[in-house]
């Protein structure tokens, strides 16, 4: 069994920071990659950042570029989301997914994190 687990949300003000993890557990094979999406009220889940090829190659959506920074702990499982110069509009639930492929099952599948709320005030 492969669970993803976040930490890091709050409430924050414009301009401030936070910093997100995620964390991959379980019988772990291989993770070809891990991604942060987020979902505001209303809309719908967008991707924000995804890293790949054990963290050296990353992306990002335009509205985060020169602002989040993505990145890939091997050693530990774990992505970071390091989010400065928060704005409102970046208050959503964020959500981390990986795509794992687990020990017992040769096949890789995607797994979602429970989702951790971001809450940017004005």
């Known amino acids: 069994q492969v669970q993803l687990v976040e930490s890091g949300g709050g409430l924050v003000q414009t301009g401030g920071s936070l910093r997100l993890s995620c964390a991959a557990s379980g019988s772990i094979f291989s993770i070809n990659g891990m991604a942060w999406y987020r979902q505001a009220p209303g809309k719908q889940r967008e991707v924000v950042a995804a890293?790949?090829?054990?963290?050296?190659?990353?992306v990002y959506a335009d509205s985060v570029k020169g602002r989040f920074t993505i990145s890939m702990d091997n050693a530990e499982n774990t992505t970071r989301l390091q989010m400065n110069s928060l704005k409102p509009e970046d208050t959503a639930v964020y959500y981390c997914?990986?795509?794992?492929?687990?020990?017992?099952?040769?096949?890789?599948?995607?797994?979602w994190g429970q989702g951790t709320q971001v809450t940017v005030s004005s």
């Open positions: 890293v790949t090829d054990g963290g050296s190659t990353t």
């Open positions: 997914a990986g795509d794992i492929t687990p020990t017992m099952i040769r096949a890789r599948y995607r797994y």
